[in-house]
Nanobody
Framework: VQLQASGGGLVQAGGSLTLACEAS????????LGWFRQAPGKEREFVAT????????LYANSVKGRFTISRDNVKNTVSLQMNSLLIEDTAVYYC???????????????WGQGTLVTVSS
């Protein structure tokens, strides 16, 4: 499956941004989907994941209550709504697909190219 992330940009602290990831090549409903991020000089870290049907989701503590992951299996897309953004949310954000809702990057088989989110003060 090929994943294409979009929606990144520059936003002020406290603002909102929505990332989108479109899949092609295979039926997205066959995969759990996740969002990860990687800040400069840091390892890639888990942000959120959503189950194949969209019923269950899991968030990193750092984004819980501020970010919402959702998916549309008809449109083959997954989104990440980010509210109350903090400067420390600045990173390249990646969407990924896996057989289950894992939280470790190495457990994901397919990755999008990443989209940069910059949060300014």
């Amino acid at each position: 499956v090929q994943l294409q992330a979009s929606g990144g940009g520059l936003v002020q602290a406290g603002g909102s941004l929505t990332l989108a990831c479109e899949a092609s090549g295979r039926i997205l409903s066959s995969y759990s989907l996740g969002w990860f991020r990687q800040a400069p000089g840091k390892e890639r870290e888990f942000v959120a994941t959503i189950s194949k049907t969209g019923v269950a989701s899991l968030y990193a503590n750092s984004v819980k209550g501020r970010f919402t992951i959702s998916r549309d299996n008809v449109k083959n897309t997954v989104s990440l709504q980010m509210n109350s953004l903090l400067i420390e949310d600045t990173a390249v954000y990646y969407c990924a697909a896996s057989q289950a809702s894992y939280v470790r990057p190495r457990q994901y088989n397919y990755w999008g190219q990443g989209t940069l989110v910059t949060v300014s003060s």
